[in-house]
T-cell receptor, first 116, second 113 residues
Framework: GAGVSQSPSNKVTEKGKDVELRCDPI?????LYWYRQRLGQGLEFLIY????????KSGLPSDRFSAERTGESVSTLTIQRTQQEDSAVYLC??????????????FGSGTRLTVV | AQSVTQLGSHVSVSEGALVLLRCNYS??????LFWYVQYPNQGLQLLLK??????LVKGINGFEAEFKKSETSFHLTKPSAHMSDAAEYFC???????????FGTGTRLTIIP
């Protein structure tokens, strides 16, 4: 597609439930990133996929968080046993191989997750 | 430790006035620096970037930023604010050419008619 697509745009879930967030990167972009934006805070890095390399998971806050990516396409971020502190906007970004820091990243509009 | 700081979570300026949004970083080596803008209900959009070329960087929508190594700063400016500039602005840094970005906490810019 023309841009990075994320779904759903909004998600309200009960505490303790699992949620899946989806990201469709720009076609041909090999690098994909997940960030979290909590209210009043900056973006926090979560995970980074680059082609077929092992993902950089160093930003995942706990083992309740996991992400997968199929080849160079769709990625899914899963949060198990959601907690209220997981409420945030989850942003996905993509870039062509190795050029993110040179040319910038293209961000999606995000998924707003509210845990009640 | 490497970090990035945006001074002022909210900035208000009159239409036509100078816009100045501040960003400072902490690093032993010059990083790559970015400014992103986020309009309501939209994704982040790259305004401009510094990647060790010219220290004065011009971006979209009339914005520019100057990298000052001595001050470890990368402040964003626009000579004359427009109502359409109302948005949240994020400074972001890549340390050591790392693909991961470290973001500031953002500055919400309000334009007063």
């Amino acid at each position: 597609g023309a841009g990075v697509s994320q779904s759903p745009s909004n998600k309200v879930t009960e505490k303790g439930k699992d949620v899946e967030l989806r990201c469709d990167p720009i076609s041909g972009h090999t690098a994909l990133y997940w960030y979290r934006q909590r209210l009043g805070q900056g973006l926090e890095f979560l995970i980074y996929f680059q082609g077929n390399s092992a993902p950089d998971k160093s930003g995942l806050p706990s083992d309740r968080f996991s992400a997968e990516r199929t080849g160079e396409s769709v990625s899914t971020l899963t949060i198990q046993r959601t907690q209220q502190e997981d409420s945030a906007v989850y942003l996905c970004a993509s870039s062509p191989t190795g050029t993110g820091i040179n040319y910038g990243y293209t961000f999606g509009s995000g998924t707003r997750l509210t845990v009640v | 430790a490497q970090s990035v700081t945006q001074l002022g979570s909210h900035v208000s300026v009159s239409e036509g006035a100078l816009v100045l949004l501040r960003c400072n970083y902490s690093s032993s080596v010059p990083p790559y620096l970015f400014w992103y803008v986020q309009y309501p209900n939209q994704g982040l959009q790259l305004l401009l970037k510094y990647t060790s070329a010219a220290t004065l960087v011009k971006g979209i929508n009339g914005f520019e930023a100057e990298f000052k190594k001595s001050e470890t700063s990368f402040h964003l400016t626009k000579p004359s604010a427009h109502m359409s500039d109302a948005a949240e602005y994020f400074c972001a840094v890549s340390f050591f050419g790392n693909e991961k970005l470290t973001f500031g906490t953002g500055t919400r810019l309000t334009i007063i008619p």
